[in-house]
């Protein structure tokens, strides 16, 4: 079993920025193929926002943030990070962490399907 604990969030005004964490313990991390963040806003559908190859360090980027957000990953602590940068309103959302196992071509990564654990969610609010 693999816990996901998401850490970061909070209230920022537009043109800021944020970096979130994700801290995934439980298990050994040499089957993990990666991680992604996805959002969720508001009456609205979760999105993909960007994906992480654990190995080789492959990224994807939803076009919404695309030059904006920055993601990483530490493997010795076995944490991932989102860098946020020039923050949005429309970035307003809970962001959630995930986890897959199981290798997918990289385009794949942008589909929650792919991924097989979830964190419970971080608050992102940007005001304008």
């Known amino acids: 079993q693999v816990q996901l604990v998401e850490s970061g969030g909070g209230l920022v005004q537009a043109g800021g920025s944020l970096r979130l964490s994700c801290a995934a313990s439980g298990r050994t991390f040499s089957s993990v193929a990666g991680m992604g963040w996805f959002r969720q806003a508001p009456g609205k559908e979760r999105e993909f926002v960007a994906a992480?190859?654990?190995?080789?360090?492959?990224?994807l980027f939803a076009d919404s943030v695309k030059g904006r957000f920055i993601i990483s990953r530490d493997n010795a602590k076995n944490t991932m990070y989102l860098q946020m940068n020039s923050l949005k309103p429309e970035d307003t959302a809970v962001y959630y962490c995930?986890?897959?196992?199981?290798?997918?071509?990289?385009?794949?990564?942008?589909?929650?399907?792919?991924?097989?654990?979830w964190g419970q969610g971080t608050q992102v609010t940007v005001s304008s």
């Open positions: 995930a986890l897959d196992t199981i290798y997918y071509p990289t385009t794949h990564m942008s589909r929650s399907g792919a991924y097989d654990y």
């Open positions: 992480i190859r654990w190995s080789g360090g492959m990224t």
